[in-house]
Antibody, heavy 128, light 108 residues
Framework: QVQLQQSGPGLVKPSQTLSLTCAISGDSVSSNSAAWNWIRQSPSRGLEWLGRTYYRSKWYNDYAVSVKSRITINPDTSKNQFSLQLNSVTPEDTAVYYC??????????????????WGKGTTVTVSS | DIQMTQSPSSLSASVGDRVTITCRASQSISNYLNWYQQKPGKAPKLLIYAASSLQSGVPSRFSGSGSGTDFTLTISSLLPEDFATYYCQLSYSTPPYTFGQGTKLEIK
């Protein structure tokens, strides 16, 4: 059974860096079939996909345009986990942050992707 | 980017009712559409992927249909545990993985 355990501070000051970690059990961050995502949720923005990291013979990252200049998602193979760093935060970054595994199912030539395992969420408040 | 619009934003229904929630994409997305259920204080839970495929362990009273731009999630007979917020999500192989704004299903 795959589980994701999130950790990190719940309060970050404006202009500082938000850092969260997602520890994986029951799967590998280096899996050739999964991707590892960060998603956040706030009343104003709803559910917002932020980015992902995945391994397909080498490491790849994808980021949402809205945060691309401020975000880094890194895998840590030694600890089987991945992390989120969001720089220069403002109160608009206040949200519940989730990590999630992205899996897929193949139907003939087509691949269907979905988030099938989620962390429990971390409430992050940006405030001085 | 493709936008996902759900309707209604909220819905009141009774236990035993049949309920349908709609998701519309701003352009054709074939059947690259997922549905999630979220209860207060919990992470979203995958219900359906590829528009109509039931995720393992999800009760058969949940079903999805549609292709192109218009999709529906149907709950055939509501149980008390089904009152939650439901989200659709674009699920191409490449991001962004845009979510709809959600439909809150409340007890009448």
């Amino acid at each position: 059974q795959v589980q994701l355990q999130q950790s990190g501070p719940g309060l970050v000051k404006p202009s500082q860096t938000l850092s969260l970690t997602c520890a994986i059990s029951g799967d590998s961050v280096s899996s050739n079939s999964a991707a590892w995502n960060w998603i956040r949720q706030s009343p104003s923005r709803g559910l917002e996909w932020l980015g992902r990291t995945y391994y397909r013979s080498k490491w790849y990252n994808d980021y949402a345009v809205s945060v691309k200049s401020r975000i880094t998602i890194n895998p840590d193979t030694s600890k089987n986990q991945f992390s989120l760093q969001l720089n220069s935060v403002t109160p608009e970054d206040t949200a519940v942050y989730y990590c999630a595994r992205q899996n897929w199912n193949r139907r003939g030539a087509y691949y269907y992707y979905y988030m099938d395992v989620w962390g429990k969420g971390t409430t992050v408040t940006v405030s001085s | 980017d493709i936008q996902m619009t759900q309707s209604p934003s909220s819905l009141s229904a009774s236990v035993g009712d049949r309920v349908t929630i709609t998701c519309r994409a701003s352009q054709s997305i074939s059947n690259y559409l997922n549905w999630y259920q979220q209860k207060p204080g919990k992470a979203p839970k995958l219900l359906i992927y590829a528009a109509s495929s039931l995720q393992s362990g999800v009760p058969s009273r949940f079903s999805g249909s549609g292709s192109g731009t218009d999709f529906t999630l149907t709950i055939s007979s509501l149980l008390p545990e089904d009152f939650a917020t439901y989200y659709c999500q674009l699920s191409y192989s490449t991001p962004p993985y845009t979510f709809g704004q959600g439909t809150k299903l409340e007890i009448k």
